[in-house]
C-alpha cells in the first residue's frame, strides 16, 4: 500500500500562486518503481479533471492544455515527494486537488488508471 498526503492548498487571488505538495509514504515507492504520479482537480457539480503528471523514473511531465505555461509539476525521488507550482491562477480553478500514484503509469492523463489517491486539499482562488 502507499498513502499520500497533499498539503499546501489555501485561498489565493487570481494571478496569485500556490505551491502544494503530495508526500508518498508506505510502500516505498523509490524502491519498487512507482510509475508515476500525477495531480487531478474537481470542482463542485464537476468530473474530476487531469492538471499533470510526472514520470517518476524519468522525469518526463505532462499537462493539461489549460495549465501549460503556468503550473509545474516535479518530484523529489529521495523525498518520496511530489510538487505542483501554481502561478497565474484563475478563479475557474477554485476545486479540491487531488494527487495520485500509479504503478505502470502507461496513460497519465486517464483517472481510472491511478491506483493510489491522496485525500485531497482545497485550492479556493478569489477574484
Known amino acids: 500500500q502507499v498513502q499520500l498526503v497533499e498539503s499546501g492548498g489555501g485561498l489565493v487571488q487570481a494571478g496569485g500562486s500556490l505551491r502544494l505538495s503530495c508526500a508518498a509514504s508506505?510502500?516505498?515507492?523509490?524502491?519498487?518503481?512507482?510509475?508515476?504520479m500525477g495531480w487531478f482537480r474537481q470542482a463542485p457539480g464537476k468530473e474530476r479533471e487531469f492538471v499533470a503528471a510526472v514520470n517518476w523514473r524519468g522525469g518526463t511531465t505532462y499537462y493539461a492544455d489549460s495549465v501549460k505555461g503556468r503550473f509545474t509539476i516535479s518530484r523529489d525521488n529521495a523525498k518520496n515527494t511530489m510538487y505542483f507550482e501554481m502561478n497565474n491562477v484563475k478563479p475557474e480553478e477554485t476545486a479540491v486537488y487531488y494527487c495520485?500514484?500509479?504503478?505502470?503509469?502507461?496513460?497519465?492523463?486517464?483517472?481510472?488508471?491511478?491506483?493510489?489517491w491522496g485525500q485531497g486539499t482545497q485550492v479556493s482562488v478569489s477574484s
Open positions: 508506505g510502500r516505498t515507492i523509490s524502491t519498487y518503481g512507482m510509475g508515476g
Open positions: 495520485a500514484a500509479d504503478w505502470t503509469f502507461a496513460r497519465p492523463t486517464m483517472a481510472g488508471d491511478y491506483d493510489y
